[in-house]
C-alpha cells in the first residue's frame, strides 16, 4: 500500500512538472524603471513606471498578447536662456519638465527552455503610444499631447515560483521607440531602455 | 465574456491612467519669467542716443486710481535700464533733444480671485452630526465656510523704439521688446529686485543691442 502511494505521488508530481511546461494564460504585472537615451526632452530615469500584460500561449514556446504600460519622467532644469530658430526671440527661465508615456502594443513572444522551469523568451510589441509632454514655469504651462507608433523590442525571463507553483516572476528589459513629435520642445521620436520585474499569474 | 472583458479593459486603462504623477513644482523659483523680441531689422549700431522717462506707466484691474509709478521704485528699474543702455555705449539726453532711441516701461499688474467651496462630503457619514425628530435622525446640513484667496501675477514690458528711422519709415516701429512675466510677491521690495534682475537678464540675452 505504502508503495502503491509513493508511486502515485510520482506519477502526480511528474504529472503537475509537465503542466507547468503548458501554460496556457499568463497575466503579468510589473515596476517598470526607464531610462531615456538619444536627444531626450527629460534625460531622468523613471522610476514610476509599470506595466500589465496579458499573454496566451498558441504553443508551448510561443504566446500572443497584448501589453498597457506608463511612464513618468521628470526633471528640473535650472534658469537657461532659450532662443528660437531665427534668434528674434529668447526667453530664460527654470523650468520644471515632465513626460508621461502611455505606451499599448501587441506583443509576440518566443520562449527557450533552460533548465527544467525557467524560460528565457525574446518578444517584440508593437503599437501606439499616448503622449503628454509639460514644461512649468513660473506660474505657466507649455504642455502637447500626441500619439506615436512605438516599437518594444525585449528579452526577459520567466521564473516559476516553484515546481508545483506556476505563478512566477517576470523580469525583462528593453528598448522602447516611438514616434511622438513634439515641435515646441524639438522632440523628434522617444527612445529609452527600460528593466522591469514583476509577477506572472498562470493558469 | 466579452462584455465583461472589456470592462475590465477599460477599468484597466483608467487605473493605469491615473497613474500619472502630479509634478513637483517645489523647485520651481519666484524669478520673472524674461522674453526679448527684436525686429531683425534694426542696426543697433547706428543708434547713439536715448531718452528714457523716469516714471512707469501702470495698467491693472485693481481698485486703484494710479496710472503711473514713480518714486523709488521707478526710480531703481529705470536707473537699471539707464545703466544697461550706458554701458552698451548708448547715450541719454533730453527728449527735447531729438533722440535715436525712445525707451518706456509699462508695468501690469493682474489681481485674480478665487473661492474653494468646501465640498460638504459629510453629509450622511456616520458618525457625522445629526438631528433627531420624531420620525428620526437626520445628518446635519452644515457647510464650512468658503475661503477666498487672492494672488496677483504682473507683467513689466520694456519697449525701445527706433526714433530715428521713424521720419523715413513713417512708422514708430519698435527695435527691441523685453517682457518680465510671472507671480506678484505681496513686497514692493521684492517686486522690484525681481524687476531689475529680470532688465540685466533681458539685455544679457541680447548682446545685439551695442552702439
Known amino acids: ?203 | 465574456m466579452l462584455k465583461r472583458r472589456l470592462i475590465f479593459a477599460v477599468l484597466l486603462l483608467i487605473t493605469v491612467v491615473s497613474c500619472k504623477k502630479n509634478p513637483d513644482l517645489s523647485r520651481l523659483s519666484s524669478a520673472f519669467v524674461v522674453q526679448t523680441t527684436r525686429d531683425k531689422q534694426a542696426d543697433f549700431r547706428s543708434f547713439a542716443t536715448y531718452y528714457i522717462s523716469d516714471t512707469i506707466f501702470y495698467v491693472s484691474n485693481a481698485a486703484s486710481q494710479d496710472t503711473f509709478i514713480a518714486g523709488p521704485a521707478a526710480n531703481a528699474i529705470v536707473g537699471e535700464i539707464k545703466r544697461q543702455m550706458n554701458n552698451r555705449g548708448y547715450t541719454f539726453i533730453g527728449r527735447p533733444n531729438r533722440p535715436d532711441i525712445l525707451l518706456d516701461v509699462i508695468a501690469v499688474r493682474q489681481v485674480n480671485t478665487g473661492v474653494i467651496w468646501p465640498p460638504g462630503w459629510w453629509w450622511g457619514f456616520p458618525g457625522g452630526p445629526v438631528i433627531c425628530d420624531f420620525w428620526g435622525c437626520w445628518p446635519v446640513w452644515n457647510p464650512m465656510p468658503p475661503t477666498t484667496f487672492q494672488y496677483s501675477v504682473g507683467d513689466v514690458i520694456v519697449e525701445f523704439f527706433d526714433v530715428k528711422n521713424a521720419p523715413i519709415t513713417g512708422k514708430l516701429q519698435y527695435a527691441w521688446l523685453a517682457q518680465l512675466s510671472g507671480v506678484l510677491s505681496s513686497t514692493d521690495a521684492t517686486n522690484v529686485n525681481r524687476t531689475v534682475s529680470g532688465i540685466q537678464e533681458a539685455f544679457a540675452q541680447s548682446p545685439y543691442i551695442q552702439k
Open chain 1, 1 to 203: 500500500m505504502k508503495k502503491l502511494f509513493i508511486l502515485f505521488g510520482i506519477l502526480l508530481i511528474s504529472a503537475t512538472a509537465t503542466q507547468a511546461q503548458l501554460l496556457h494564460n499568463m497575466y503579468g504585472v510589473s515596476w517598470e524603471v526607464s531610462f531615456p537615451v538619444g536627444k531626450s526632452f527629460v534625460s531622468s530615469p523613471s522610476f514610476l513606471g509599470g506595466k500589465f500584460d496579458y499573454r496566451h500561449f498558441i504553443k508551448r514556446n510561443i504566446s500572443l498578447g497584448v501589453t498597457l504600460g506608463w511612464n513618468n519622467y521628470e526633471e528640473y532644469v535650472s534658469r537657461e536662456t532659450y532662443e528660437n530658430a531665427d534668434q528674434t526671440q529668447a526667453v530664460t527661465t527654470d523650468n520644471q519638465r515632465f513626460i508621461f508615456n502611455l505606451p499599448m502594443t501587441v506583443d509576440g513572444f518566443y520562449y527557450f527552455e533552460y533548465g527544467k522551469h525557467i524560460r528565457p523568451f525574446i518578444g517584440l510589441g508593437l503599437g501606439a503610444q499616448y503622449s503628454s509632454q509639460a514644461a512649468y514655469f513660473n506660474i505657466f504651462l507649455i504642455e502637447d499631447k500626441n500619439w506615436g507608433f512605438v516599437a518594444r523590442p525585449q528579452i526577459g525571463a520567466y521564473i516559476p515560483f516553484s515546481e508545483y507553483n506556476h505563478n512566477g516572476f517576470l523580469l525583462a528589459a528593453g528598448y522602447n521607440f516611438a514616434t511622438n513629435k513634439n515641435e515646441s520642445f524639438r522632440i523628434n521620436n522617444m527612445q529609452s531602455f527600460w528593466v522591469s520585474i514583476g509577477i506572472g499569474f498562470t493558469n
